[in-house]
């Protein structure tokens, strides 16, 4: 198994609230990913970041933001949590783009299951 | 937008049969990559199949093939000999450019395996 942890796996908040959802990894990839799992949407990008501080926004970024101060750790932050941002939410990460399968694909974490109420 | 659309939501195969999963994709690019991905309902991500969009050849990996079409910009995936633990959610996902650094998902193709 890729070396990639997220914690917590589960989590119930109430709105308002800030969340803060880590993802560890040991494989020293450069790059990182936080999604979101929702019923008919499939995995949605929030926020990636391609080196330390580096980071961009995906297509449901808002409401949320994320930081990377060290490449093995990428934080996503719900700075009020909203009932809409009940979800899974799954980490990736994965090495330099190239040619060889190894660099291509994406290890992801178990997910976290927040639950906003 | 660079889009990836899975049209079925839910599929059902029999034990031991074929079924193929479509996918399509939208993308001004000319190279890109492609993937498969599984999840079982240990909701673990895991990877399947991969297909760089400059070979012509189709990947294949052992039951698992797809059938690139780029002009159409199709991409199946045929899972031969069917198991029951293929049962899973599966993911059809393109990285739209090589100088692009995002992995684009579909909404999830759902497939059942009887016995």
């Known amino acids: 198994d890729a070396g990639i942890t997220q914690s917590p796996r589960h989590k119930v908040t109430e709105t308002g609230t800030p969340v803060t959802l880590r993802c560890h990894q040991t494989?020293?990839?450069?790059?990182m990913y936080w999604y979101r799992q929702d019923p008919g949407h499939g995995l949605r990008l929030i926020h990636y970041?391609?080196?330390?501080?580096d980071t961009d926004k995906g297509e449901v970024s808002d409401g949320y933001s994320v930081s990377r101060s060290k490449t093995e750790d990428f934080l996503l932050t719900l700075e009020s949590a909203t009932s809409s941002q009940t979800s899974v939410y799954f980490c990736?990460?994965?090495?330099?783009w190239g040619t060889g399968p190894l660099n291509t694909e994406a290890f992801f974490g178990q997910g976290t299951r927040l639950t906003v109420v | 937008a660079q889009t990836v659309t899975q049209s079925q939501p839910e599929m059902s195969v029999q034990e031991a049969e074929t079924v193929t999963l479509s996918c399509t994709y939208d993308t001004s690019e000319n190279n890109y990559y492609l993937f498969w991905y599984k999840q079982p309902p240990s909701r673990q991500m895991i990877l399947v199949i991969r297909q760089e969009a400059y070979k012509q050849q189709n990947a294949t990996e052992n039951r698992f093939s797809v059938n690139f079409q780029k002009a159409a910009k199709s991409f199946s995936l045929k899972i031969s000999d069917s198991q029951l633990g293929d049962t899973a959610m599966y993911f059809c996902a393109f990285r739209p450019s090589y100088n692009t650094d995002k992995l684009i998902f579909g909404t999830g193709t759902r497939l059942q395996v009887f016995p």
């Open positions: 990736a990460i994965r090495g330099e």
């Open positions: 970041s391609y080196g330390v501080k």
């Open positions: 494989e020293n990839h450069r790059y």
